[in-house]
């Protein structure tokens, strides 16, 4: 018993002594601004005992006297203090730029790079804010793998098309959701001004987007603005003027001795096809071909001879181009002012700013104006509140599209340039052949379609910090638009000519609200960390139109309603959803190797049948970084290496807001009594699409400056909204139901080398490709044709469809047609009689008769590749950027340029340049067949003959800046000067004929304003 009381006693002692020899630090962590830090990590050198920081930056913390405090922090540089005995160690963190550019803000909150475990990509804001486009995310083309941005239309004011990773749906929406601030977007995104955006991450997989459960199936991109930092104010004024024009020139149009003689070839090759003479035939063709062009351009009565030549001499006076006439020289002007400042306490950023786009096209413009506030204020230790306001008014100028005689677009390929803008007393020319009683100039000026925008979003916040690992977030935020169009068609000509003038108007309205509470529950303990966070979301939205019209006005020139004697039907209609969701996540990281996540999301939406109104959506992801391993070997070259891996699954409710409900419509009025008749036959199975995802990848830096990611990604969507066809004995012709299945596998790559770092000389080159393939899993139907689609199991959604052009016969210049009777489409594979032997020598048989040629697969739509090469340089105080985005592989239906080699099917319509190659005796091998005017000979029917190559290699954007140096712009009482001068779609290289190959993603193109291309100078001032 003694014995075991004095080892107790030493022992007892033996501890007291060891207590005596540690110390207590405490102290302050601050970042180079002054502002204290929370959260810091601290740990004990070769230890895992360690505390964080509070809300105060304060921490305390029980070590030996000679240990080694280390501090870590993201976004910041890890420092190592000596204690050296002290009790008083207070650090301040400098920012580590590299760690900073791996910081991404994600759904619900904010990670780094190297901690994710989903696929995503940051684009930073100076890739955004100087360029001359009306909405974002046009400036996204080729900057990031896996997204693909399309813009089919050069009007001013519209939105590309977007996907991630393919295409998700067959007939739901395939956008991705666009969360602005924490917020999902509701409205339009031309009304986001890019110089307010501070960054944007581009979710990709599931189990970066699945916390948006049912919204997220075609990925997510989340766009976070500007805000205030403490210290001096900041006022920023930026200014850009550009000098816009069409981004091609296109295929080259005839002129008006061109078409005058090719009509007259025309109408002798139909007199000779009737059975008359020769000389019949001339005499035929100089008597009409007047009458067919609508006006002889010449200044003599018979200007041809006897062989339809201009004869040598005969003077031109009237050659219009229509093209000049309609497209002109646009000017952008964007000017931005940004206030940004604040201390410790509160942080505001405020902005004004102003986008004209005055267009390239008659009648075609667009205005902005933007204002923004976004405030933070710190209320106590614990609680800040924040609130982040947005204000856009808009107007635009928009003519309509199409074949619409009123399009300008298209009346400048097809009114032939033998037709005058104006009559010999002024007036405007309204008799061309092409669209009689259209003058794209003269509608330019007497009609009105004008479309008036008001868009306010705010989104007001609370943090609550709880304890310094605990804390809560609630979010409330309003997204409201208006819109106010006017269409005005003048009494005198074009679309009101026949009603003496017509006006209609409509107003809609969108309401969305959201409302989110966050609380996240942080712990690191040894190497261990790990972050959970709960929540619950709720989201609706409301939408309400009303239109009315007016025709017969008394005066021309007056939109408003109350000028029109005739009021037509007005109409109503409003729609609203509604959604509640429950969400959690649990993120894991042991010792900055081993990374876990996890998330689950249920939603109920009002969208969906009674039966399925709430889903359940999960991902989960790892991602390892072997060179934080003990046992790597540890080589200069090799910086980074980290495998990661991802399946998650989310949904698509992007469809109608009523479509799982039986619906009765009105107008079945019966015996002169108002009356309902159904509509709609409910479906109470009804649900989301779902999609499932998997991702692996693989992400590594070499040298210290050569980054190389690879992903490869497989996306099936299953349950696929889909029209199913019903009895006719059901009283309806279909219902819209879960039926069918798709999947899309990629692969995508980015390489980024900074090639040259020195002082004064810096150059870094980026590089990212991607590949899609899209597959067809299941449907309802064998195939469905649709237009110059085939949709079925086993292909592309937009897979072409169509009869395969053979050429011209050169013995009598008729179009030919390869039968492929083998079709396997066809229950029959017999020759038909009007086949033969191919006299191009092909080896296969051939038709002149349309209806015996049998439609094949002949490729998609969808580009086999896609991907941007960008090239930074900065030498002192100058700067030069450019980026090329190609796009291989691919096919476009050129519709616009089939209207203008119509064969004379289409007489008094232009023709290209490329119809004078037409089939002659003198000319028997050629592409083009015989002009003969009110041709039957069916040439330019839906077929390959217009289906080309749509692969492209286009320089994006070019910028050269000069930042003014210090010692200068000092003088001037400013903190800074830059100048630069940009081009945007400068060089466009491709085979295609038309403007732009950039078009549709279905591949065809639609009369459309042609994208431009803009020579942009500017200049940035910081007061």
Do not use: C
């Amino acid at each position: 018993m003694k014995r075991l009381l004095s080892v107790l006693i030493v022992l007892v002692v033996f501890a007291g002594f060891a207590s005596a020899q540690n110390i207590t630090v405490s102290g302050t962590v601050t970042d180079s601004n002054g502002e204290t830090l929370p959260g810091v990590n601290i740990l004990i050198e070769g230890t895992s005992t360690g505390a964080i920081t509070n809300m105060e930056g304060f921490y305390t913390l029980e070590t030996g006297p000679e240990a080694t405090l280390v501090f870590s922090f993201i976004g910041m540089t890890t420092v190592k203090e000596p204690v050296n005995g002290r009790t008083v160690i207070d650090v301040t963190l400098s920012d580590d730029s590299h760690e900073l550019e791996d910081i991404m803000v994600v759904a619900y909150g904010t990670t780094t790079k190297e901690a994710y475990t989903g696929a995503a990509e940051v684009v930073d804001n100076e890739i955004i804010e100087n360029r001359p486009v009306t909405s974002f995310e046009k400036a996204l083309q080729g900057t990031t793998a896996g997204l693909l941005v399309s813009s089919s239309s050069g009007q001013p004011g519209t939105s590309a098309t977007v996907r991630i990773r393919g295409i998700g749906s067959l007939s739901a929406g395939s956008s991705p959701l666009y969360v602005i601030d924490g917020v999902p977007m509701a409205n339009a995104l031309t009304d986001i001004n890019p110089n307010d955006i501070e960054s944007i991450t581009v979710l990709k997989d599931a189990a970066a987007a699945s916390l948006y459960g049912s919204r997220a199936a075609n990925g997510v991109i989340i766009i976070t603005t500007k805000n205030g930092r403490a210290g001096e104010t900041r006022i920023s004024f930026n200014a850009q003027v550009g000098v816009a024009s069409r981004i091609s020139d296109g295929y080259s149009l005839m002129n008006s001795s061109e078409f005058y003689q090719h009509s007259w070839q025309g109408l002798y090759n139909t007199a000779l096809l009737d059975g008359k003479t020769t000389a019949e035939a001339k005499i035929y063709a100089h008597e009409n071909v007047e009458s067919i062009v609508g006006f002889n351009p010449f200044g003599v009565d018979d200007p041809l001879d006897n062989d339809g030549i201009l004869k040598p001499g005969t003077k031109v006076v009237t050659d219009t181009n229509w093209r000049d006439e309609v497209y002109k020289t646009g000017i952008i002007q964007n000017y931005n002012l940004n206030v940004s400042g604040g201390n410790d306490a509160t942080k505001v950023y405020f902005s004004l700013g102003y986008f004209n786009d005055n267009g390239t096209t008659l009648s075609s413009d667009f205005t902005r104006y933007t204002t923004k506030v976004n405030v933070s204020h710190k209320v106590n230790s614990f609680i800040t509140a924040g609130m982040n306001n947005h204000l856009a008014y808009s107007v635009t100028n928009a003519p309509p599209g199409g074949t619409q005689g009123a399009n300008p677009v298209r009346s400048a390929e097809i009114i032939n340039a033998a037709s005058p803008v104006y009559n010999n007393d002024g007036s405007y020319n309204w008799e061309n052949t092409a669209v009689f009683d259209f003058n794209p100039v003269g509608l330019a000026e007497l009609d009105l379609y004008e479309y008036k925008g008001k868009r306010a979003m705010t989104n007001a916040y609370i943090n609550f910090d709880i304890l310094p690992s605990l804390k809560f977030r609630t979010t409330g935020a309003i997204d409201y638009g208006s819109d106010k169009g006017v269409n005005y068609y003048n009494p005198y000509h074009g679309n009101g000519a026949g009603v003496n003038g017509r006006s209609s108007m409509s107003n809609t309205e969108n309401l969305a609200w959201n409302i989110s509470n966050i609380l996240t529950w942080t712990r690191t303990k040894n190497e261990s960390n790990i972050e959970v966070l709960a929540g619950q979301e709720a989201h609706g939205e409301s939408y309400s139109v009303l239109s009315a019209g007016v025709t017969d006005f008394s005066i021309a020139g007056y939109p408003d309603l109350s000028w029109g004697a005739k009021p037509e039907t007005p109409g109503s209609y409003t729609s609203e959803w509604n959604m509640i969701s429950y969400l959690s996540q649990v993120k894991y990281n042991y010792g900055g190797r081993y990374y876990l996540s996890g998330s689950l999301r249920g939603d109920g939406s009002s969208r969906f049948g009674k039966n399925n109104k709430y889903g359940l959506f999960y991902s989960l992801g790892a991602s390892w970084r072997l060179t934080e391993e003990s046992w790597m070997p540890q080589v200069k070259w090799l910086n980074n290496l980290k495998l990661r891996g991802s399946y998650g699954t989310s949904g698509n409710n992007n469809l109608g807001n009523y479509a799982s409900l039986g619906l009765y419509g009105s107008g079945a009025n019966y015996g002169g009594f108002p009356g309902l008749s159904p509509v709609q036959q409910e479906n109470r199975d009804l649900s989301w699409e779902k999609i499932s995802s998997l991702d692996i990848a693989i992400e590594s830096r070499f040298f210290n400056r050569l980054d190389a990611n690879v992903d490869y990604y497989i996306k099936e969507s299953d349950g696929l909204l889909f029209s199913k066809p019903l009895s006719a004995g059901t009283g309806f012709g279909s219902i819209l139901t879960n039926l069918g299945a798709m999947k899309n596998t990629g692969f995508e790559a980015t390489v980024s080398y900074e090639a040259i770092k020195r002082t004064n000389f810096q150059y870094t080159v980026g590089f990212n490709i991607s590949t899609n393939k899209n597959t067809i899993l299941s449907l309802t139907t064998d195939k469905i044709v649709s237009g110059t689609k085939l949709i079925e199991e086993g292909e592309s959604i937009y897979q072409f469809y169509m009869i395969e052009w053979a050429g011209v016969n050169p013995d009598n210049g008729k179009p030919m047609w390869f039968v492929n009777a083998e079709s396997d489409d066809d229950e029959s594979s017999d020759i038909p009689d009007s086949a033969y032997d191919d006299p191009l020598e092909t080896g296969r048989k051939v038709t002149s008769d349309y209806t015996d040629a049998e439609r094949v697969r002949l490729g998609t739509s969808l580009p086999d590749y896609f991907g941007g090469l960008t090239n930074n340089f900065a030498y002192k105080n100058f700067d030069l950027n450019f980026y090329f985005y190609f796009s291989v592989g691919g096919r476009v239906y050129n519709n616009d340029y089939a209207s203008n080699m119509h064969d004379g099917t289409q007489p008094g319509t232009n023709l290209s340049t490329d119809a004078l190659n037409a089939w002659t005796p003198d000319n028997r091998y050629t592409d083009v067949p015989r002009y003969v005017t009110n041709s039957t000979d069916q040439g330019g029917q839906l077929s390959s003959r217009y289906l080309e190559e749509a692969s492209f290699l286009r320089l994006k954007n070019i910028s050269l800046g000069y930042n003014l140096p210090e010692n200068l712009y000092s003088k001037l009482k400013l903190q800074g000067l830059r100048v630069f001068v940009s081009g945007e779609n400068m060089l466009t290289f491709s085979k295609f004929k038309g403007f732009d190959p950039e078009g549709a993603l279905n591949g065809t193109t639609s009369n459309s304003i042609p994208g431009v291309k803009v020579v942009t100078m500017g200049l940035k001032l910081d007061l």
